[in-house]
């Protein structure tokens, strides 16, 4: 499987629980006001950045046998499948262009940071570079997951 077709499949993974429980939570609340709907929208936005986030920290580390544009391809990809989900949410006025445009940015620098750190990597441990991966992703998921609050904070505030 190619890096953009992963990164597809994960956006859909990320994306597919989120979307059914915004769903959900929307249809179940068929009588309440625009600022219900609009809190349980902005609550699917960090829910869907935060997944993202935490998903594209174990992508983007992962070893490159491939080529590195390719690898970068699929990490686009993985951050443009929720676009017409962000569309539909500053459609409904639940959050403004800016928001979603800072929110868009942060995870393009993040994903391009962890890009070029994985490429490093690749260049110092040709020898084994697996622990070295998987020690990365899983430092790069706890601080995405303990300090979600903090540059959550940022982008949607």
Known sequence: ??????????????????????????????????????????????ALWLVQACAAALMATMPVENDPIEHAQGMLAFWLVPLPLLTLVWAGGAADAWMLARGLAAALTFSSVLLAINRGL??????????????????????????DKVWLGWITH
């Not at 990164?7 to 429980?21: D, F, K, Q, R, Y």
């Not at 110092?124 to 990365?136: A, Q, R, Y």
Request: net charge positive; aromatic share 12%; hydrophobic share 50%.
């Open 122 to 147: 690749g260049r110092i441990s040709h020898s084994s570079p697996w622990p070295w991966h998987g020690v990365l992703s899983l430092v790069l998921v706890y601080f995405v997951w303990r300090f």
């Open 1 to 46: 499987m190619n890096s953009v077709r992963f990164g597809l499949l994960m956006a859909l993974l990320c994306c597919g629980p989120v979307l059914i429980w915004t769903a959900g939570q929307l249809m179940s609340d068929s009588t309440a006001a625009s600022a219900k709907t609009d809190e349980t929208l902005r609550t699917a936005v960090e």
